[in-house]
Protein backbone atom coordinates (compact mmCIF):
# COMPACT_ATOMS: atom_id res chain seq x y z
CA UNK A 1 0.00 0.00 0.00
CA UNK A 2 1.16 3.51 -0.73
CA UNK A 3 1.92 5.98 1.93
CA UNK A 4 -0.49 8.87 1.59
CA UNK A 5 0.43 12.31 0.78
CA UNK A 6 1.55 14.49 3.54
CA UNK A 7 0.80 18.09 4.16
CA UNK A 8 2.36 20.08 6.54
CA UNK A 9 0.31 22.69 7.73
CA UNK A 10 1.94 25.28 10.16
CA UNK A 11 -1.00 27.05 11.92
CA UNK A 12 -2.05 28.38 15.26
CA UNK A 13 -5.51 28.93 15.45
CA UNK A 14 -7.36 25.63 15.97
CA UNK A 15 -10.21 26.29 14.34
CA UNK A 16 -8.75 26.14 10.75
CA UNK A 17 -6.76 23.81 12.28
CA UNK A 18 -9.63 21.24 12.51
CA UNK A 19 -10.72 22.66 8.76
CA UNK A 20 -7.81 22.22 7.09
CA UNK A 21 -7.31 18.83 8.57
CA UNK A 22 -11.01 17.70 8.00
CA UNK A 23 -11.11 19.01 4.37
CA UNK A 24 -7.80 17.38 3.49
CA UNK A 25 -7.95 13.77 5.23
CA UNK A 26 -11.33 13.19 3.47
CA UNK A 27 -9.23 13.80 0.29
CA UNK A 28 -6.74 11.21 1.58
CA UNK A 29 -3.99 13.56 2.55
CA UNK A 30 -2.02 12.83 5.96
CA UNK A 31 -2.38 16.90 7.41
CA UNK A 32 0.82 17.34 10.08
CA UNK A 33 0.11 20.47 12.12
CA UNK A 34 2.94 22.67 13.58
CA UNK A 35 1.42 25.76 15.43
CA UNK A 36 4.41 27.82 14.90
CA UNK A 37 7.71 28.27 13.15
CA UNK A 38 10.17 26.58 14.85
CA UNK A 39 7.99 23.30 15.86
CA UNK A 40 7.08 23.16 11.72
CA UNK A 41 11.20 23.78 11.10
CA UNK A 42 11.52 20.78 12.97
CA UNK A 43 8.70 18.87 11.77
CA UNK A 44 10.04 19.43 7.98
CA UNK A 45 13.49 18.23 8.79
CA UNK A 46 12.65 14.72 10.01
CA UNK A 47 9.03 14.30 7.55
CA UNK A 48 8.71 14.67 3.65
CA UNK A 49 6.16 16.66 3.12
CA UNK A 50 4.63 17.07 -0.28
CA UNK A 51 2.92 20.66 0.21
CA UNK A 52 3.77 23.06 2.94
CA UNK A 53 0.56 25.34 4.08
CA UNK A 54 1.85 28.24 6.13
CA UNK A 55 0.06 30.91 8.02
CA UNK A 56 1.48 34.22 7.69
CA UNK A 57 0.05 35.57 10.93
CA UNK A 58 1.64 32.92 13.25
CA UNK A 59 3.50 34.85 16.34
CA UNK A 60 6.82 34.31 17.19
CA UNK A 61 8.95 33.50 13.91
CA UNK A 62 6.45 34.86 11.68
CA UNK A 63 5.64 33.05 8.80
CA UNK A 64 7.45 34.96 5.97
CA UNK A 65 10.53 33.78 7.90
CA UNK A 66 9.62 30.39 8.40
CA UNK A 67 9.06 30.07 4.48
CA UNK A 68 12.70 31.30 3.60
CA UNK A 69 14.30 29.28 6.52
CA UNK A 70 12.00 26.47 5.09
CA UNK A 71 13.37 26.67 1.70
CA UNK A 72 16.85 26.86 2.95
CA UNK A 73 16.76 22.98 4.09
CA UNK A 74 17.69 21.00 0.92
CA UNK A 75 15.14 18.72 0.74
CA UNK A 76 12.68 21.21 0.38
CA UNK A 77 14.17 23.02 -2.17
CA UNK A 78 11.18 21.97 -4.84
CA UNK A 79 8.55 21.27 -2.31
CA UNK A 80 5.86 23.65 -3.15
CA UNK A 81 4.97 25.88 -0.11
CA UNK A 82 1.93 27.91 0.16
CA UNK A 83 1.34 31.39 2.06
CA UNK A 84 -2.12 31.43 3.88
CA UNK A 85 -3.13 34.63 4.79
CA UNK A 86 -5.82 36.92 6.09
CA UNK A 87 -4.25 39.83 5.27
CA UNK A 88 -5.73 41.29 1.97
CA UNK A 89 -3.39 44.68 2.00
CA UNK A 90 -1.72 45.70 -1.58
CA UNK A 91 1.60 44.11 -1.77
CA UNK A 92 0.89 40.94 0.72
CA UNK A 93 1.09 37.98 -1.78
CA UNK A 94 4.32 39.38 -3.64
CA UNK A 95 5.84 39.80 -0.17
CA UNK A 96 4.88 36.23 0.29
CA UNK A 97 6.49 34.99 -2.82
CA UNK A 98 9.54 36.84 -2.36
CA UNK A 99 10.00 35.05 0.69
CA UNK A 100 10.17 31.76 -0.92
CA UNK A 101 6.23 31.08 -1.52
CA UNK A 102 5.40 29.32 -4.17
CA UNK A 103 1.46 30.49 -4.09
CA UNK A 104 -0.45 32.31 -1.94
CA UNK A 105 -4.63 31.88 -0.56
CA UNK A 106 -6.63 34.18 1.36
CA UNK A 107 -8.81 33.18 4.55
CA UNK A 108 -11.19 32.29 5.37
CA UNK A 109 -10.26 29.04 4.09
CA UNK A 110 -12.91 28.34 1.15
CA UNK A 111 -13.02 24.63 2.03
CA UNK A 112 -14.81 23.70 -1.33
CA UNK A 113 -12.07 24.80 -3.57
CA UNK A 114 -8.89 24.11 -0.73
CA UNK A 115 -8.58 20.36 -2.37
CA UNK A 116 -8.60 21.61 -5.76
CA UNK A 117 -5.85 24.11 -5.28
CA UNK A 118 -3.24 21.81 -3.26
CA UNK A 119 -3.76 19.00 -5.88
CA UNK A 120 -2.78 22.13 -8.50
CA UNK A 121 0.27 22.90 -7.04
CA UNK A 122 1.51 19.47 -5.83
CA UNK A 123 0.98 18.97 -9.59
CA UNK A 124 3.82 21.93 -10.25
CA UNK A 125 1.84 24.91 -10.31
CA UNK A 126 3.95 28.08 -9.16
CA UNK A 127 3.38 31.55 -8.74
CA UNK A 128 6.44 33.62 -10.01
CA UNK A 129 7.15 37.55 -9.62
CA UNK A 130 8.19 39.51 -12.76
CA UNK A 131 12.08 40.00 -12.33
CA UNK A 132 12.67 43.58 -11.64
CA UNK A 133 10.07 43.54 -8.88
CA UNK A 134 11.64 41.02 -7.02
CA UNK A 135 14.82 42.39 -6.36
CA UNK A 136 13.23 45.39 -4.81
CA UNK A 137 10.77 43.72 -2.95
CA UNK A 138 13.99 41.47 -2.04
CA UNK A 139 15.96 44.23 -1.20
CA UNK A 140 13.17 45.59 1.12
CA UNK A 141 12.28 42.02 2.80
CA UNK A 142 15.98 41.85 3.75
CA UNK A 143 15.69 45.17 5.20
CA UNK A 144 12.81 43.83 7.19
CA UNK A 145 14.71 40.91 8.47
CA UNK A 146 17.59 42.58 9.33
CA UNK A 147 15.54 45.24 11.43
CA UNK A 148 14.13 42.23 13.21
CA UNK A 149 17.25 40.76 13.72
CA UNK A 150 19.00 44.09 14.99
CA UNK A 151 15.58 44.44 17.60
CA UNK A 152 15.28 40.69 19.05
CA UNK A 153 19.32 41.50 19.74
CA UNK A 154 18.69 44.35 21.51
CA UNK A 155 16.19 42.51 23.74
CA UNK A 156 18.52 39.79 24.23
CA UNK A 157 21.18 41.61 25.31
CA UNK A 158 18.99 43.58 28.33
CA UNK A 159 17.91 40.70 29.13
CA UNK A 160 20.70 38.45 29.60
CA UNK A 161 22.70 41.30 31.35
CA UNK A 162 19.25 40.85 33.81
CA UNK A 163 19.88 37.56 34.28
CA UNK A 164 23.27 38.23 35.08
CA UNK A 165 22.35 40.72 37.68
CA UNK A 166 20.03 38.40 39.42
CA UNK A 167 22.59 35.57 39.25
CA UNK A 168 24.90 37.81 41.11
CA UNK A 169 22.35 38.37 43.56
CA UNK A 170 21.78 34.80 43.86
CA UNK A 171 25.28 34.25 44.36
CA UNK A 172 25.38 37.37 47.32
CA UNK A 173 22.32 35.40 48.85
CA UNK A 174 23.51 32.27 49.22
CA UNK A 175 26.75 33.24 50.08
CA UNK A 176 25.27 35.37 53.06
CA UNK A 177 23.25 32.75 53.70
CA UNK A 178 25.76 30.21 54.42
CA UNK A 179 28.14 32.53 56.50
CA UNK A 180 25.20 33.23 59.01
CA UNK A 181 24.01 29.53 59.13
CA UNK A 182 27.80 28.13 59.27
CA UNK A 183 28.77 30.91 62.42
CA UNK A 184 26.09 29.35 65.27
CA UNK A 185 26.54 25.72 64.07
CA UNK A 186 30.27 26.04 64.33
CA UNK A 187 29.39 26.99 68.29
CA UNK A 188 26.15 23.86 68.52
CA UNK A 189 29.21 21.56 67.15
CA UNK A 190 31.34 22.82 69.35
CA UNK A 191 29.54 21.72 72.32
CA UNK A 192 27.87 18.65 71.72
CA UNK A 193 31.49 17.70 71.42
CA UNK A 194 31.80 18.86 74.42
CA UNK A 195 29.09 16.58 75.72
CA UNK A 196 30.01 13.60 73.45
CA UNK A 197 33.77 13.91 75.42
CA UNK A 198 32.20 14.10 78.83
CA UNK A 199 33.55 17.53 79.27
CA UNK A 200 30.15 18.81 80.65
CA UNK A 201 29.75 16.42 82.79
CA UNK A 202 28.76 12.59 82.64
CA UNK A 203 25.93 11.64 80.22
CA UNK A 204 23.48 8.50 80.67
CA UNK A 205 23.55 5.97 77.34
CA UNK A 206 20.28 7.68 75.97
CA UNK A 207 22.03 11.38 76.17
CA UNK A 208 25.11 9.89 74.85
CA UNK A 209 23.09 8.48 71.77
CA UNK A 210 21.74 11.50 71.45
CA UNK A 211 24.55 13.61 71.46
CA UNK A 212 25.94 11.52 68.52
CA UNK A 213 22.98 11.85 66.60
CA UNK A 214 22.85 15.45 66.63
CA UNK A 215 26.77 15.97 66.23
CA UNK A 216 26.01 13.48 62.87
CA UNK A 217 23.44 15.58 61.96
CA UNK A 218 25.15 18.88 62.40
CA UNK A 219 28.17 17.50 61.16
CA UNK A 220 26.55 16.68 57.55
CA UNK A 221 25.10 20.18 57.58
CA UNK A 222 28.34 21.73 58.00
CA UNK A 223 29.50 19.45 54.99
CA UNK A 224 26.84 20.75 53.05
CA UNK A 225 27.19 24.68 53.98
CA UNK A 226 31.01 24.37 53.00
CA UNK A 227 30.12 22.71 49.91
CA UNK A 228 27.73 25.80 49.08
CA UNK A 229 30.56 28.31 50.31
CA UNK A 230 33.41 26.63 48.61
CA UNK A 231 31.33 26.33 44.91
CA UNK A 232 30.89 30.21 45.39
CA UNK A 233 34.53 30.96 46.21
CA UNK A 234 35.84 28.65 43.62
CA UNK A 235 33.98 30.16 40.55
CA UNK A 236 34.92 33.84 42.00
CA UNK A 237 38.43 33.18 42.63
CA UNK A 238 41.44 32.76 39.82
CA UNK A 239 43.26 29.30 40.93
CA UNK A 240 46.83 30.00 42.34
CA UNK A 241 49.41 27.09 40.68
CA UNK A 242 51.74 25.85 42.75
CA UNK A 243 54.31 22.83 41.97
CA UNK A 244 53.69 20.30 44.02
CA UNK A 245 54.16 16.45 44.47
CA UNK A 246 50.59 14.74 44.03
CA UNK A 247 51.36 11.75 46.50
CA UNK A 248 52.13 15.06 49.43
CA UNK A 249 48.66 15.31 48.74
CA UNK A 250 47.34 12.57 48.68
CA UNK A 251 48.71 10.45 51.33
CA UNK A 252 46.71 12.50 54.29
CA UNK A 253 43.59 12.33 51.99
CA UNK A 254 44.16 8.36 51.80
CA UNK A 255 44.42 8.02 55.52
CA UNK A 256 41.62 10.00 57.08
CA UNK A 257 39.51 7.50 53.89
CA UNK A 258 41.18 4.42 55.11
CA UNK A 259 39.66 5.12 58.76
CA UNK A 260 36.18 5.98 57.03
CA UNK A 261 36.48 2.69 54.93
CA UNK A 262 36.95 0.98 58.40
CA UNK A 263 34.44 2.19 60.27
CA UNK A 264 32.03 1.78 57.19
CA UNK A 265 33.04 -1.85 57.07
CA UNK A 266 33.98 -1.13 53.03
CA UNK A 267 37.62 -1.85 51.06
CA UNK A 268 39.53 0.58 50.15
CA UNK A 269 42.40 -0.24 47.44
CA UNK A 270 45.06 2.50 46.74
CA UNK A 271 47.18 1.97 43.75
CA UNK A 272 50.06 4.68 43.36
CA UNK A 273 52.90 5.38 40.66
CA UNK A 274 55.88 7.40 41.47
CA UNK A 275 54.58 10.78 40.58
CA UNK A 276 56.65 13.90 39.44
CA UNK A 277 55.43 16.98 40.34
CA UNK A 278 52.64 19.34 39.10
CA UNK A 279 51.30 22.77 38.72
CA UNK A 280 48.28 22.88 40.89
CA UNK A 281 45.60 24.74 42.86
CA UNK A 282 46.39 22.64 46.36
CA UNK A 283 43.11 23.40 48.10
CA UNK A 284 41.21 22.88 44.83
CA UNK A 285 43.12 19.78 43.91
CA UNK A 286 42.59 18.35 47.65
CA UNK A 287 38.74 19.49 47.24
CA UNK A 288 38.71 17.63 43.53
CA UNK A 289 39.67 13.70 45.13
CA UNK A 290 38.01 14.33 48.62
CA UNK A 291 34.48 14.72 46.86
CA UNK A 292 35.28 12.16 44.30
CA UNK A 293 35.97 9.89 47.24
CA UNK A 294 33.68 11.28 49.08
CA UNK A 295 30.76 9.99 46.70
CA UNK A 296 32.63 6.79 46.39
CA UNK A 297 32.11 5.86 49.79
CA UNK A 298 28.52 7.34 50.10
CA UNK A 299 27.01 5.86 47.39
CA UNK A 300 28.48 2.12 47.75
CA UNK A 301 26.40 -0.74 48.65
CA UNK A 302 27.23 -2.97 52.44
CA UNK A 303 30.38 -4.63 51.91
CA UNK A 304 32.24 -2.71 49.00
CA UNK A 305 35.08 -1.47 47.34
CA UNK A 306 36.63 1.81 46.56
CA UNK A 307 39.80 1.99 44.76
CA UNK A 308 42.00 4.96 43.67
CA UNK A 309 44.76 4.60 40.96
CA UNK A 310 47.08 7.52 40.49
CA UNK A 311 49.45 6.90 37.14
CA UNK A 312 51.43 9.45 35.76
CA UNK A 313 52.46 10.17 31.98
CA UNK A 314 54.48 13.01 30.52
CA UNK A 315 51.91 15.44 30.00
CA UNK A 316 49.49 14.58 32.21
CA UNK A 317 48.88 13.63 36.07
CA UNK A 318 45.69 10.22 35.60
CA UNK A 319 43.74 9.79 38.58
CA UNK A 320 40.97 7.25 38.68
CA UNK A 321 38.36 6.59 41.48
CA UNK A 322 36.18 3.30 41.02
CA UNK A 323 33.70 2.32 43.40
CA UNK A 324 31.42 -1.09 43.43
CA UNK A 325 28.26 1.50 44.44
CA UNK A 326 24.60 1.58 43.17
CA UNK A 327 25.96 2.85 39.56
CA UNK A 328 24.61 6.13 37.63
CA UNK A 329 22.33 5.51 34.38
CA UNK A 330 23.34 6.48 31.37
CA UNK A 331 21.01 9.03 30.96
CA UNK A 332 22.20 10.45 33.88
CA UNK A 333 26.03 10.89 33.16
CA UNK A 334 25.93 14.57 31.87
CA UNK A 335 23.36 15.90 34.31
CA UNK A 336 25.25 15.19 37.97
CA UNK A 337 27.56 17.41 37.14
CA UNK A 338 24.90 20.20 37.33
CA UNK A 339 25.17 22.54 40.09
CA UNK A 340 21.95 21.05 42.75
CA UNK A 341 21.52 18.24 40.70
CA UNK A 342 20.72 14.95 42.10
CA UNK A 343 19.69 11.60 41.28
CA UNK A 344 16.22 10.48 42.49
CA UNK A 345 17.04 7.00 42.83
CA UNK A 346 15.48 4.80 45.87
CA UNK A 347 19.12 3.45 46.84
CA UNK A 348 20.28 7.02 46.55
CA UNK A 349 17.69 8.87 48.23
CA UNK A 350 18.76 7.91 51.95
CA UNK A 351 22.14 9.91 51.29
CA UNK A 352 22.09 13.66 52.86
CA UNK A 353 24.20 15.46 50.04
CA UNK A 354 23.68 19.43 48.26
CA UNK A 355 24.51 18.08 44.52
CA UNK A 356 27.41 20.26 44.46
CA UNK A 357 30.14 17.75 44.84
CA UNK A 358 30.26 17.20 41.06
CA UNK A 359 29.80 20.66 40.14
CA UNK A 360 32.75 21.68 42.03
CA UNK A 361 34.55 18.62 40.71
CA UNK A 362 34.29 20.02 37.27
CA UNK A 363 35.17 23.24 37.36
CA UNK A 364 38.11 22.10 39.21
CA UNK A 365 39.40 19.98 36.66
CA UNK A 366 38.47 22.43 33.85
CA UNK A 367 39.74 25.42 35.23
CA UNK A 368 43.04 22.98 35.41
CA UNK A 369 42.69 22.22 31.75
CA UNK A 370 41.67 19.18 32.46
CA UNK A 371 39.02 16.27 31.71
CA UNK A 372 37.09 14.12 33.54
CA UNK A 373 35.25 10.90 32.25
CA UNK A 374 32.79 8.41 34.10
CA UNK A 375 31.93 5.08 33.36
CA UNK A 376 28.65 3.40 35.31
CA UNK A 377 26.23 1.51 34.42
CA UNK A 378 23.52 0.94 37.58
CA UNK A 379 24.38 -1.46 40.25
CA UNK A 380 27.52 -2.43 39.10
CA UNK A 381 29.59 0.88 40.27
CA UNK A 382 30.83 3.96 38.83
CA UNK A 383 34.51 4.70 37.37
CA UNK A 384 35.47 8.29 37.57
CA UNK A 385 38.83 9.27 35.53
CA UNK A 386 40.36 12.67 35.73
CA UNK A 387 42.93 13.87 33.61
CA UNK A 388 45.13 16.82 34.81
CA UNK A 389 47.72 18.26 31.80
CA UNK A 390 51.26 19.48 33.08
CA UNK A 391 51.29 23.31 32.19
CA UNK A 392 54.39 23.87 31.48
CA UNK A 393 54.66 20.95 28.65
CA UNK A 394 53.27 22.20 25.30
CA UNK A 395 52.17 25.99 27.39
P1 LIG B 1 25.75 15.08 46.29
O1 LIG B 1 26.61 13.87 46.50
O2 LIG B 1 25.96 16.16 47.32
O3 LIG B 1 24.31 14.73 46.08
P2 LIG B 1 27.23 15.39 43.81
O4 LIG B 1 27.27 16.55 42.86
O5 LIG B 1 28.51 14.94 44.40
O6 LIG B 1 26.18 15.77 44.93
O7 LIG B 1 26.57 14.17 43.05
C1 LIG B 1 25.38 14.37 42.31
C2 LIG B 1 24.61 13.08 42.23
O8 LIG B 1 25.32 12.12 41.44
C3 LIG B 1 24.42 12.41 43.58
O9 LIG B 1 23.27 12.91 44.23
C4 LIG B 1 24.31 10.94 43.21
O10 LIG B 1 22.98 10.63 42.89
C5 LIG B 1 25.15 10.81 41.95
N1 LIG B 1 26.49 10.25 42.21
C6 LIG B 1 27.65 10.93 42.37
N2 LIG B 1 28.69 10.09 42.56
C7 LIG B 1 28.18 8.84 42.52
C8 LIG B 1 28.75 7.52 42.65
N3 LIG B 1 30.07 7.33 42.84
N4 LIG B 1 27.91 6.47 42.54
C9 LIG B 1 26.57 6.65 42.32
N5 LIG B 1 25.98 7.86 42.20
C10 LIG B 1 26.77 8.94 42.29
Given at each position: M???T??L?I??N ?7 QR????R??Q?V ?10 L??TS ?6 V ?20 H????P ?8 S???R ?7 C ?5 K??D?R ?5 I ?9 R ?5 E?E???S ?10 AR ?5 I??A ?39 G???P?Q ?16 Q??N ?6 I??RSL?F?A ?11 A ?15 T????Q?I ?11 R ?6 F????P ?7 V ?5 R ?6 DT?I ?13 F ?16 G???V???V??H????A ?16 R ?5
Amino acid sequence: MSQPTQILYIEDNPDNQRLVQRVLSARGYQVVIAEDGPHGLALARTSHPALVLVDLGIPGLDGYETTTRLRSLPHMQGVPIIALTADASPGSRERALVAGCDGYLSKPIDARALPAQIAEFIDGRRERLPETMETELLRSYNQKLVERLEARVRELTIANAQLQDLDRLKDQFLATLSHELRTPLTSLLGYLELFDRGMLGPLNPQQEEAVRVMRRSGEILARQLNNLLYFQEIRSRSLNFVALQPLDVLRPLIAMFRERAAQAQLQFDVTLSDTQPIEVDRSAFEHLVRNLLDNAFQYNKPGGKVRLIVRDEPTRLIMRIEDTGIGIAPAEHEKIFLPFYQVDHSLARGHPGSGLGLAIVRHIVEAHGGQIALRSAPGEGSAFTVAIPRRSVGA
